[in-house]
């Protein structure tokens, strides 16, 4: 049934009927002109939004609905994680042509409230409107942290090792591989495209990261390694130094550049979407850091480089220390 014969009150409705909210939490959700939630102490509150707009972030009949509801989530939770919090209430927005399945809508819808669920988030209000051209879905996040636990762009000094929380590259070589256009059936071309349409939501490594005390500056690498670090270089007023050698691309991601002839390094260096957390942090913490990482995460801590002076700038250098010229360049919007 289409979204034209059903109206928009009907639409909400098939929504968000099976919405359940933390009544300690939220006073009123949908119903009302606007949600009402209880402050939470004296904790910080972090707010954050994005948007996935059809043919800029997502193609329609790339990605399956309810893999696009998920992922729309999943980044802002990412945004969430990389200032160290914990993502507490939703709002979301979806503008839809009105020619559009009341099921697609229904499924996009179903990949969020899985996401909610998962994460214990409260789906408190948001808008449905009509659209021209194609689908875009907002969403407001909120979350909260400690004052003590806030992690910034900002603090990352020289001498500070640089880590990440898991492969680079992998996000962008599976939308490579989406573009083709062609049938996937081999393990590692399904790695790839799972890590585009489905991206990793790292709170758990988030609150491990934030609790330790150690962490100097921490972002989400949504853009690539090579812009996300100059955002940190930039607030913290340093350079940086990645070591090629140590960028981690999984094996799948490998075999997916063999096949598409694309340099690996230069797709884990520049690709975007890999929504890992990139952190700093004090090179006489690492020996405890690792210890830590590896007992409670099960894998080893991933080092790739280190805070250098500002006037070197940003560089990636070969095992022999030779700096490396590499021609892509994260996701630039405009």
């Known amino acids: 049934m289409l979204i034209s014969e059903v109206g928009e009150v009907q639409l909400i409705k098939r929504l968000t009927e099976d919405i359940k909210n933390d009544p300690n939490l939220v006073v009123t959700g949908i119903g009302d002109d606007t949600a ?3 402050p939470s102490g004296k904790k910080l509150q972090l707010i ?3 948007m996935l707009v059809e ?3 997502f193609l329609r009949e790339s990605i399956s609905p309810w893999q696009l509801g998920r992922k729309a989530l999943a980044v802002n939770i990412s945004d969430i994680a990389a200032m160290g ?3 507490s209430h939703l709002l979301t927005a979806a503008a839809v042509p009105s020619d559009t ?9 179903r990949g969020i409230k899985d996401l909610c669920r998962e994460h214990s988030i409260n789906l408190i209000g948001g808008d449905t409107v009509g659209s021209l051209r194609g689908i875009t879905i907002s969403i407001t996040l909120l979350g909260e942290v400690g004052p003590e636990q806030l992690l910034l762009r900002s603090g990352a000094r020289e001498g500070d090792l640089i880590a990440v929380t898991g492969f680079l590259g992998t996000s962008a ?3 490579e591989l989406l573009l083709q256009g062609d049938s996937h059936e081999q393990a590692w071309e399904k790695e790839v495209l799972k890590a585009h349409l489905e991206p990793p939501v790292r709170l758990k490594e988030a609150r491990l990261l934030a609790e330790t005390g150690v962490v100097t500056s921490m972002i989400d690498l949504s853009d690539g390694l090579q812009k996300d670090i ?3 270089c930039g607030a913290s007023g340093v350079g940086a130094r990645i070591y090629a050698e140590q960028l981690p691309i999984s094996e ?6 063999r096949s598409l002839q694309i340099d690996p390094v230069s797709l884990a260096f520049s690709g975007g979407e890999d929504y890992e957390l990139l952190f700093t942090f004090s090179p006489d913490k690492l020996s405890w850091l690792k210890d830590l990482w590896e007992s409670q995460m099960g894998q080893k801590l991933l080092v790739l480089g280190e805070i250098v002076p500002k006037e070197k700038g940003i560089e990636i250098v070969d095992s022999r220390g030779g700096k490396l010229s590499l021609t892509r360049r994260g996701f630039i919007h405009f």
Request: aromatic residues 4%; charged residues 30%.
């Open 85 to 87: 919090g914990v993502p």
């Open 252 to 257: 799948a991601a490998r075999e997916a550049c």
């Open 230 to 232: 100059g955002e940190i």
């Open 36 to 38: 009402a939630i209880k």
């Open 55 to 57: 043919g800029i972030h």
């Open 48 to 50: 954050t939004k994005d």
């Open 173 to 175: 070589v599976g939308l």
């Open 101 to 109: 399945d009341c099921e697609l809508v229904e499924e996009i819808f």
